[in-house]
């Protein structure tokens, strides 16, 4: 694996490669790798002959300063893993590298109502920072395809209206959340969690499978209800929502059974880490 810091080093390299004809496929992420990161990797093996990975946490997506200072960070183990997984290139830049005329966008990105709902409405300012990051790194690695993960379902959305905005040459490819054993879904942030606190974080999975079980048969207000009692009595500080969603658009629905694609969401803060996470009712 060669690790670029730099940007114009790397973007050189990539030229190369798009000369000799390979794919580039891209998996942008901010480190403490899981297996969810893992699989994305692998996609792009399967997808593209070169596979490009960044670790970088921007700053510019944090609406809350406490959650950047606390954002784990195991680049050591992080190379390892990427390494062992057969990533052909890692883009490690600094802050100044991405950001060298300062954090502040020159572009304001223009998502609609994506920007203003669920994640949009509770950390104001993360999409455009979102979009800021994947734009910049866009440009310097030129990927033929974009890998994401789906536990991130809304950032998918606005990450494909950036494409869209900017006619990008890329193609976005969503991978499926991985879950641990018990259902919870694989994120950096889970390593936050204390040993008593990480056995009740699996009550999200819990909840939104609880309104998958029971879309058919309940009214939609009394299964948000219940999955917020779920998540309460687990023990969660604070829920920002419980929310079920058409799954192609991310509006709320008022009642289910049209035969549409839902997605369940929700978000909660257990001990203060906040966590996320989502489940597709085909
Ligand atoms: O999902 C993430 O890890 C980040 O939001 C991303 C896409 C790497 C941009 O910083």
Do not use: W
Request: glycine share 6%; with cysteine.
């Amino acid at each position: 694996m060669i690790i670029f810091k730099h940007a114009q080093s790397l973007a050189k390299h990539i030229l190369t490669l798009h000369e000799k004809g390979q794919t580039i496929g891209f998996v942008p992420t901010m480190g403490a790798l899981h297996n969810g990161h893992l699989s994305l990797i692998n996609q792009s093996r399967t997808t593209c002959s070169s596979t490009v990975c960044s670790i970088f946490i921007n700053p510019t997506q944090f609406n809350d300063p406490k959650d950047f200072e606390k954002y784990p960070v195991t680049i050591e183990n992080d190379i390892l893993l990427l390494e062992r997984a057969g990533t052909d290139i890692l883009f490690l830049p600094s802050v100044a590298e991405i950001y060298p005329a300062g954090l502040t966008s020159p572009i304001h990105y223009e998502l609609g109502y994506l920007e203003n709902i669920l994640e949009g409405f509770y950390r104001p300012g993360h999409f455009q920072g979102v979009c800021q990051v994947v734009h910049t790194l866009l440009k310097i690695v030129v990927p033929d395809y974009i890998f994401l993960g789906q536990k991130d379902y809304q950032q998918c959305m606005v990450i494909q209206k950036l494409i869209s905005l900017f006619s990008l040459p890329v193609i976005l490819k969503p991978g499926d959340t991985l879950r641990e054993a018990d259902g919870l879904a694989m994120s950096s942030r889970n390593l936050r969690l204390s040993p008593a606190s990480r056995q009740k974080a699996v009550a999200v999975y819990q909840a939104l499978n609880y309104i998958k079980m029971h879309i058919k048969t309940t009214d939609i207000q009394q299964l948000k209800q219940d999955a917020i009692q779920i998540i309460e009595q687990a023990g969660f500080n604070k829920i920002d929502y419980v929310e079920i969603c058409d799954a192609a658009t991310l509006l709320p629905v008022e009642e289910a059974g049209n035969g549409k694609p839902l997605v369940v969401l929700a978000a909660a803060f257990l001990d203060g880490v906040r966590l996320i996470d989502n489940i597709i009712i085909a």
